[in-house]
């Protein structure tokens, strides 16, 4: 597509619901990124795929989380349980090798009451 | 690791005057830098980007920056802040590396001063 596309754009949930984040990068990117932004705050790495390599999780904050991503394509992020601390916007990026210049989606923002 | 940090959480400049926003990296090995923007409701804009060659790079609405080796920098300048440069400035490091992630600095927060 023209841009990275992420759903749903806004997302309110109760505590210990699971919510699932969706993230279509451009066409021919091999490389994405998911970012958590708390409100005011910087952007906090979670997870990095590249190709079809191991991805890196090192930035996942619990085991609540998870990431897929099939093959170049389609990436999700799964929060389970999720707790108000879960509340951010949650940004996916893509590239089209690692370290080149990513391009953001618009977000989805979450909200745990 | 890397790690970026900004030392500057939030800069109050006048409008007219001139504007350096600090970043400082570590990496391992030759570094890709770059400088996001994120005004207030929007995403994020690439405002410049080095990756090698000349360590002075031009990027949009005005900006540049420079990488400085020695000192792990990569300050963000602009001769001349107008009103609308008002947003959060992002400074980022990657690199070359197929395992290499983008990590993100926490970012200064830029207000302008009638």
């Known amino acids: 597509g023209a841009g990275v596309s992420q759903s749903p754009s806004n997302k309110v949930t109760e505590k210990g619901k699971d919510v699932e984040l969706r993230c279509d990068p451009i066409s021919g990117h091999t490389a994405l990124y998911w970012y958590r932004q708390r409100l005011g705050q910087g952007l906090e790495f979670l997870i990095y795929?590249?190709?079809?390599?191991?991805?890196?999780k090192s930035g996942l904050p619990s085991d609540r989380f998870s990431a897929e991503r099939t093959g170049e394509s389609v990436s999700t992020l799964t929060i389970q349980r999720t707790q108000q601390e879960d509340s951010a916007v949650y940004l996916c990026a893509s590239s089209q090798r690692s370290g080149n210049t990513i391009y953001f989606g618009e977000g989805s923002w979450l909200t745990v009451v | 690791a890397q790690s970026v940090t900004q030392p500057d959480i939030h800069i109050t400049v006048s409008e007219g005057a001139s504007l350096e926003l600090r970043c400082n990296y570590s990496?391992?090995?030759?570094?890709?830098l770059f400088w996001y923007v994120q005004s207030p409701g929007q995403g994020l804009q690439l405002l410049l980007k080095?990756?090698?060659?000349?360590?002075l790079v031009q990027g949009i609405k005005g900006f540049e920056a420079e990488f400085k080796r020695s000192q792990s920098s990569f300050n963000l300048r602009k001769p001349s802040v107008h009103w609308s440069d008002a947003a959060e400035y992002f400074c980022?490091?990657?690199?070359?590396?197929?395992?290499?992630?983008?990590?993100f600095g926490s970012g200064t927060r830029l207000s302008i001063r009638p």
């Open positions: 080095y990756f090698s060659g000349d360590t």
């Open positions: 990496y391992g090995a030759t570094p890709y």
């Open positions: 980022a490091v990657g690199g070359p590396e197929s395992a290499s992630k983008i990590i």
């Open positions: 795929f590249q190709g079809n390599s191991a991805p890196d």
